[in-house]
Nanobody, 115 residues
Framework: QLVESGGGSVPTGGSLRLSCRAS???????????MAWYRQAPGKQRELVAT???????NYGDPVKGRFTIARDNSRKTVSLTMNNLKPEDTAVYYC????????WGQGTQVTVHS
């Protein structure tokens, strides 16, 4: 139901834009949901990266503040994450879901930042 895309391998300081589509959800259901991006690095627990409410209020985890931007397009049922000034510690599999997570997890998209 959640399909993430846009990951890749970039050098330190690079940028990526991730996208997540709620493929089987109707717009009226998607629009009011608080959506979020999460990430899981190897050997670590999944952590919350950023959230966006139905009213487009946003919140960010301390490690990504000032570098990442979350946005949504309700007509397309998508949530994006624009990541700038990437660091090696941003390397992880990135997932989207509600906040708190209630939908089945997608496959995620791998982000690798190399020095």
């Amino acid at each position: 139901q959640l399909v993430e895309s846009g990951g890749g391998s970039v050098p330190t300081g690079g940028s990526l834009r991730l996208s997540c589509r709620a493929s089987r959800m109707i717009t009226s259901t998607f629009s009011p949901l608080t959506m979020a991006w999460y990430r899981q690095a190897p050997g670590k627990q999944r952590e919350l990266v950023a959230t966006i409410t139905g009213g487009r209020d946003t919140n960010y985890g301390d490690p990504v503040k000032g570098r990442f931007t979350i946005a949504r397009d309700n007509s397309r049922k998508t949530v994006s994450l624009t990541m700038n000034n990437l660091k090696p510690e941003d390397t992880a599999v990135y997932y989207c879901n509600q906040n708190p997570p209630e939908l089945p997890w997608g496959q995620g998209t791998q982000v690798t930042v190399h020095s």
